[in-house]
C-alpha cells in the first residue's frame, strides 16, 4: 500500500532553440557571483569546483550566444566577475517561472483514493 507521505516535485529550466540554457543549478552559482564578484567564491558557496562552475558559465554563454559574465583580471587582490543585463533577466525569467510553477506544486496535496 501506497502511504500518505508523497511529495510533488517538479524542475524548470530554460532552453533555447533546444539546447539547455539554465537551471535551478546554473541561476544559484550566477546569483552568488553576483553577490560575491568572484566566480571563485561564487563556486565555493554552491559548492561546485572553480572548474565546474566555469563550464557551467562557458555552456551558458555558448548556448545564449552572448557573455554572461564579465570578468576583469586584478591586481594584488584579484579581479572582479559581474553579470551582465542578459545574465540577470535569466535569472528573473527563471525566478519568475519556479514562483508560477514549482512552489504551486509542492504546496497541493496529493489526493488520496
Known sequence: MI???LVPRASVWL?????YLLGDAEAQLLEAIERTGSIK???KIVGLSYRTAWARVQNLEQALGAPAVQSRAGGPRGGTSALTGDARELIRRHADLRRRVVEPLQRAPIPTP
Not at 532552453?15 to 539546447?19: A, F, P
Open 15 to 19: 532552453e533555447r532553440r533546444g539546447v
Open 3 to 5: 502511504e500518505n507521505d
Open 41 to 43: 567564491e561564487a563556486a
